[in-house]
């Protein structure tokens, strides 16, 4: 197909597409003359990745770049892409006043945490720092009646783990494996968070837990 | 304490403050003096709260803003104000091309799910319509494995949901309900989000899962 049909399939302007194919984002089509390349299927299933990443996921351009970039590599390196944005933001400031304290408690708790669940986490994993950032704003909010329920949430998040590690391993196409758990964990996210959501607005439905209780 | 007490214990610049005090995010200080407030732990508390918002959170000020004006109401109520923003970013274009026909037949795939979870949920919820949203994108991306796993990621948010109720229950001060459940909830995502990331790098630490098995 023409660029003006990927256009139109993929929801992708043709100056972003131009954009994707300088920047190695997007791989080229294929020459039909010298001045005309066709593209297929593959370029269309590319673009709808990148919006879903940019889009739904929330991720920088140049994240998204350097992680499909990476998509050769182990599922592991990908993970670790993945979760280096939010990261940063959650922890620029962590020496600064007394969140300071309450960051360098909930690392220690993290930790403390992984060593009960039995699980294998490198210390450099940015997940760790990651989980504590939030655990140490939800005690800074005086939220701790959440941040006191940490296993639990962790035994529910060991439940989404298989579950992930199980829609992928029915996957046949090894070289596809990085790319789709990149997606399906981006997207598990936003998907696991809007059926929470759906649930909460069941389960108080019937009035109980508004301020007139 | 004076503002600039205020700055330093809760990491917010004094304009920024000042900012907040105008648009009525936060409530004013007793006047000390005709030209001098003094605030107190309630002003910090509602600082912080609003940076977790914002800054883990990544709800938008104008959303912060009604979300707190919104928290006499009922836990309901706030859950709808909060789930509204990602939900117009993520339909924004549902008429357009292939996707439009996806996201279509992934509300009736959500509805159906609803119906056997036995869930009582309103038509216009903002997560119904993001939940289907997500759900296409998983299509659109062809990762189908995810999106036929939607009864199973169904399954652990209502296990999450329950842990956010639990949590809740635990209050006795009811006007602080909906405050809570709000913060508890965004913060609450992006811990099981990275929770969850920790247990699948631990899951594929031995190296199954990547591009050599």
Redesign the interface.
């Known amino acids: 197909m023409r660029i003006s049909e990927l256009t139109?399939?993929?929801?992708v302007p043709i100056h972003t597409i131009k954009y994707y194919l300088r920047e190695g984002l997007l791989h080229s089509g294929a020459l039909s003359s010298p001045n005309q390349a066709s593209y297929d299927g593959s370029h269309t299933?590319r673009l709808?990745?990148i919006r879903?990443l940019l889009?739904?996921g929330?991720l920088p351009i140049a994240t998204i770049r350097d992680v499909l970039a990476a998509t050769?590599?182990?599922?592991?390196a990908v993970?670790?892409q993945v979760?280096r944005p939010?990261t940063a933001?959650?922890t620029q400031?962590t020496s600064?006043?007394?969140?300071g304290g309450l960051v360098r408690d909930a690392i220690l708790e993290v930790d403390a945490l992984?060593v009960r669940?039995g699980?294998?986490?490198?210390p450099t994993?940015?997940?760790?720092v990651?989980?504590a950032?939030?655990?140490a704003?939800?005690r800074?909010?005086?939220?701790d009646?959440?941040a006191?329920?940490?296993g639990?949430?962790?035994d529910?998040?060991?439940?989404?783990?298989?579950?992930?590690?199980?829609?992928?391993?029915?996957?046949d196409d090894?070289?596809n494996?990085?790319e789709?758990?990149l997606?399906?964990?981006v997207?598990?996210?936003?998907?696991?968070?809007?059926?929470?959501?759906?649930?909460?607005?069941?389960?108080?439905?019937?009035?109980s837990?508004?301020?007139?209780?």
Not at 125 to 128: I, Y
Not at 140 to 143: E, V
Not at 198 to 204: C, D, H, Q, R
């Open positions: 139109q399939r993929s929801g299933q709808l990745l879903a889009e739904v929330g050769d590599d182990s599922v592991h993970l670790n979760s939010s933001l959650m400031e600064e006043n007394e969140r992984v669940a699980w294998a986490v490198d994993a940015p997940a760790r990651a989980a950032d939030v655990l704003w939800m800074a909010t005086g939220r009646q959440f006191d329920q940490l639990e949430y962790a529910v998040a060991e439940l989404l783990a298989n579950l992930d590690l199980q829609a992928l391993s029915t996957l090894t070289s494996i990085a789709t758990a997606i399906g964990i997207l598990g996210d936003m998907l696991v968070s809007a059926l929470r959501r759906l649930a909460i607005e069941s389960l108080t439905a019937n009035g837990f508004n301020n007139d209780r």
